[in-house]
C-alpha cells in the first residue's frame, strides 16, 4: 500500500508540475484594439490639445484615456505609469503650465480614498471616429 500512495503523489506532482509549465499569463490587449472596440481608430500623436474645449472623458485602463474635446474631437491620453485612481473616479482634472494640456502635463485623480494621484502624461492621440 505505501508503493501505491508514493506513486500516486508522484504522478500528482507530476500533472501538477506539467500544469504550472503549460499556463501562459493573460493576454495584454494592445491599447489600439481596446480604442477600436470603443468605436475610434488611432490618429497622430499630437503635442497639446486646448485645454477649455475639454468637455469629459472616458477610462479605457489603468493608463489610458479618452479626451472628448467639443463636438467631434477626440484624444487618447497615455500616462507614463498606471494610474489606478483612473479606476476609482468620475472626474478628471489636469494641471497645465502653458494654457494646452501638453504631452508634459499631468491628470489629477482623486481616489476613493481621499488622495489625490498625480498621473504624468506620457503621449497624446488623436483618435478618429470610425465609420458604422
Known amino acids: 500500500m505505501k508503493t501505491v500512495c508514493t506513486t500516486a503523489v508522484a ?3 507530476t ?3 506539467l500544469s504550472a509549465c503549460n499556463s501562459q499569463p493573460p493576454r495584454q490587449v494592445p491599447v489600439t484594439e481596446k480604442v477600436a472596440k470603443r468605436g475610434y481608430s488611432m490618429g497622430e500623436q499630437v503635442k ?3 485645454d477649455f474645449q475639454i468637455n ?3 477610462y479605457i485602463d489603468r493608463r489610458n484615456a479618452i479626451i472628448y474635446v ?3 474631437r477626440y484624444y487618447l491620453i497615455t500616462t507614463r505609469r498606471p494610474c489606478d485612481g483612473l479606476t476609482e ?3 478628471l482634472a489636469y494641471s497645465t503650465t502653458v494654457g494646452n494640456l501638453t ?3 499631468k491628470l489629477l485623480v482623486r481616489r476613493d480614498s481621499g488622495r489625490v494621484e498625480s498621473c ?3 503621449t497624446i492621440y488623436e483618435l478618429k471616429k470610425a465609420p458604422y
Open 120 to 122: 504624468f502624461i506620457e
Open 103 to 105: 504631452d508634459k502635463d
Open 89 to 91: 473616479t468620475d472626474n
Open 11 to 13: 504522478g500528482l506532482a
Open 56 to 58: 469629459s472623458w472616458n
Open 48 to 50: 497639446r490639445i486646448n
Open 15 to 17: 500533472v501538477l508540475l
Open 70 to 72: 467639443g463636438a467631434s
